[in-house]
T-cell receptor, first 112, second 117 residues
C-alpha cells in the first residue's frame, strides 16, 4: 500500500485544525460516492459513503458534502490528528459497482 | 485486521508468465472486488463478483480473468504478463452487492505485490 503517485496534491494542516479534502467527479449519473483512506504500507480503508440523493452525511469526526450541481464532493475531518495522515481517495460508483472510478488522491499531512 | 486475506503477499515473475492471486473474503461477505494500484495509474477497479457471479467489470484487461468459487473465495488470474502489470493488487469484500449503504462497506485485504521482471 505504498503511497501512489509521487505528485499527489498535498494538504498540510496543523494538528487540531479542521481539514477539507476536495474531489471533482465526472459522471452526473453516479449513484453513490465513497471516501477511502490509505495509510502508507496499507490497503485502502472505507471512511464514509453518501448516496446521490443526499447532500450531507456525518460520521465520527468526518462529514461528506455532495454538490451535484458542480459535481463536487468534499470530506471534512474535524480536529485533525496525526493518525489522519494518509492519502485520501474519492470514488464514484454507478449502482452495483458499475463504472467504479477513483479520483487521483490527496495526501493529507498533519503537522505537530 | 480487516478479515480479508490475500495470498501471496509478494510475487516476482517474468514477462510472459501467468500467475494466480487468491482472496478470501470476510466471513459472511458475498461480494469480492479486485483492484489494481500502480504508481502511474493510481487505484483502479478491475472486477466484482457477488455470490459466485460476475456483477461489474471495470478496467480489466482481456489477459486477466477472475472467478468466485462456491466457498466465496476468489482468484484473479493474470496471464501473458508485461512489465506494466507490476502493481499492488487488492481485493475487498462486502456483504452487499454494491448498491451503497452500510451493507456495501468494503473491507480491503493487505494486497499482493506483483513484480514482473
Amino acid at each position: 500500500g505504498e503511497s501512489v503517485g509521487l505528485h499527489l496534491p498535498t494538504l498540510s494542516v496543523q494538528e487540531g485544525d479542521n481539514s477539507i479534502i476536495n474531489c471533482a467527479y465526472s459522471n452526473s449519473a453516479s449513484d453513490y460516492f465513497i471516501w477511502y483512506k490509505q495509510e502508507s504500507g496499507k490497503g485502502p480503508q472505507f471512511i464514509i459513503d453518501i448516496r446521490s440523493n443526499m447532500d450531507k452525511r456525518q460520521g465520527q469526526r468526518v462529514t461528506v458534502l455532495l454538490n451535484k450541481t458542480v459535481k463536487h464532493l468534499s470530506l471534512q475531518i474535524a480536529a485533525t490528528q496525526p493518525g489522519d495522515s494518509a492519502v485520501y481517495f474519492c470514488a464514484e460508483i454507478l449502482i452495483y459497482g458499475q463504472n467504479f472510478v477513483f479520483g487521483p488522491g490527496t495526501r493529507l499531512s498533519v503537522l505537530p | 485486521d480487516s478479515g480479508v486475506t490475500q495470498t501471496p503477499k509478494h510475487l516476482i515473475t517474468a514477462t510472459g508468465q501467468r500467475v494466480t492471486l487468491r482472496c478470501s473474503p470476510r466471513s459472511g461477505d458475498l461480494s469480492v472486488y479486485w483492484y489494481q494500484q500502480s504508481l502511474d495509474q493510481g487505484l483502479q477497479f478491475l472486477i466484482q463478483y457477488y455470490n459466485g457471479e460476475e456483477r461489474a467489470k471495470g478496467n480489466i484487461l482481456e489477459r486477466f480473468s477472475a472467478q468466485q468459487f462456491p466457498d466465496l473465495h476468489s482468484e484473479l488470474n493474470l496471464s501473458s504478463l508485461e512489465l506494466g502489470d507490476s502493481a499492488l493488487y487488492f481485493c475487498a469484500s462486502s456483504v452487499g452487492g454494491g448498491s451503497g449503504g452500510p451493507l456495501n462497506e468494503q473491507f480491503f485485504g493487505p494486497g499482493t505485490r506483483l513484480t514482473v521482471l
